[in-house]
C-alpha cells in the first residue's frame, strides 16, 4: 500500500471524526441546558475523571498518554462551545465594548502624570515619550504613584513593570494586587546606565557606589569588577542628586546620561550594564477605563484553584480561541499562605471576538479573576 492509500484511509477516518465530534457537541450543548435550567454546574470534575479512565481502559499501554491528552482537550472545546451557548452576555465584556465606544481617538497630549524618583529618572523619560507636554509629579515610592493615581491627585501613572535583564519588578505586581486601575499604554526604553561622579572624581577613589535595585542588578558584573561597596537608594536619578549634593569626593551613582547633565557630574564611564539589549518595559495607568485605538494587548491577573490541572484550564482557553501567551508571572499573595496571583499578558486585538468569548469563559475557571486593561505598546 503506497503513502497516497495511507492517506486516503486517513481522510475516510477523518472524515467520521468530524461527523462524530459534531454529533457530540450538540449532544453536550443539550446537556449544558439541562444543566442550567436544573442549576447544575456545567463543569464535572468527576465526571470527566472517570471518562478518562474509561478511555484509558479501552486504549493500548504506550497510547494512554495520548487519549488523556486527547480527551483533555476535547473536554475544554465542549466547554467552550456550551459557555457561548448559555452565557452570550457578560458584564466584563459590556463594559469593554462600552470602553471602546467611548475613548477619545487620540491619546492625550497635556495632562497630570505621577512617576517615581525625581528629575531625571527613567520613568520621567517614559512619561515624556507617551505624553507630548506632561505635568509631572514626583513621589518617593511605586506605591505613592498608585496612590496619586486612586485619589485623583493624578490622572495617570507611569510605572517600570520588567527588564530584559533583570527581570520582572516584583513590588509593581503586587501592588497591582492592591489598587484599582487600567493599563491604558505601555512603551519600552532603551536602558544605557553610566557611572557618574563629580568633576575632580577619578574611578579609582570611588569607594561607594548608589543606584536603584534594578540598576544595581542590571550591572552586576560590572560593579562585581569594581569592588565597590553598594548602596541601594529609591531611583537611580535620586542617587545620582546624591553624589552631586554629598561632600563626599568617594562616591558614584549609577545612573543615565540625562542624569549627568541634569545634575553638573562627570561620566566616569558608559554604558556598563551587563547586556548591550538592555530594556525596560514601562506601564502607563488610569483609575478609569479607556481603550484607545489600536489596542492589541491585554493583561489579566487571576487567582486560580489550589489543585492540579487549574493552570491548564486557563492556558487551555487561550489555546482553543488562538490567542497568544507572551507573559506568564506568578507572585505569592502576601498575607495568604501557599496561594498566587498568576499575570498574563495576551496579544490579540481587543476588538477580537475570540478575546471577548475568551473572557467571559476565563471569569468562571477563576477563584478571582482582574481585567487590567487592553492598550497598545510604544516601541
Known sequence: MNLQDLRQKIDKIDDDLIRLFNERMDISV??????????????????????????????ANERVAYISALYSLLFEVSRSN?????????????????????????????????????????????????FSL??????????????AVDSGLCDYGILPLENSTAGSINQVYDLMIRYPFSIIKSTRLKIDHCLLAKDDVDISAVKEIFSHEQAVAQCAGYLKNLGCKVTVCENTAIAAKLVAESPRSDIAAL??????????LRRLAEQVQDRGNNYTRFICVSKS???????????????????????????????????????LESRPIPDRDFEFMFYFDIETPVYSQSLMQA?????????????????????
Do not use: W
Open 30 to 59: 443539550d446537556i449544558a441546558k439541562h444543566k442550567q435550567e436544573n442549576k447544575i454546574p456545567v463543569y464535572d470534575p468527576a465526571r470527566e475523571r472517570q471518562k478518562l479512565y474509561d478511555v484509558s481502559e479501552k486504549t
Open 289 to 327: 477605563l479607556a481603550i484607545y485605538p489600536g489596542a492589541d494587548k491585554t493583561s489579566l491577573m487571576m487567582t486560580i484553584p489550589h489543585k492540579p490541572g487549574s493552570l491548564y484550564h486557563i492556558l487551555s482557553r487561550f489555546y482553543i480561541h488562538g490567542i497568544n501567551l507572551i507573559k
Open 134 to 147: 506632561p505635568n509631572i509629579l514626583y513621589f518617593n515610592n511605586f506605591e505613592s504613584v498608585f496612590s
Open 255 to 264: 545612573s543615565s546620561r540625562n542624569c549627568s547633565a541634569l545634575y553638573g
Open 359 to 379: 473572557l467571559r469563559e476565563l471569569q468562571d475557571l477563576c477563584d478571582e479573576f482582574y481585567y487590567l486593561g487592553s492598550y497598545s505598546e510604544m516601541v
Open 82 to 130: 456550551q459557555e457561548q451557548i448559555l452565557r452570550p452576555e457578560s458584564e466584563l465584556v459590556n463594559r469593554i465594548q462600552g470602553a471602546i465606544r467611548d475613548t477619545a481617538p487620540l491619546f492625550p497630549e497635556r495632562t497630570s502624570v505621577a512617576c517615581q524618583g525625581t528629575e531625571g529618572a527613567y520613568s520621567q523619560l517614559a512619561a515624556e515619550r507617551l
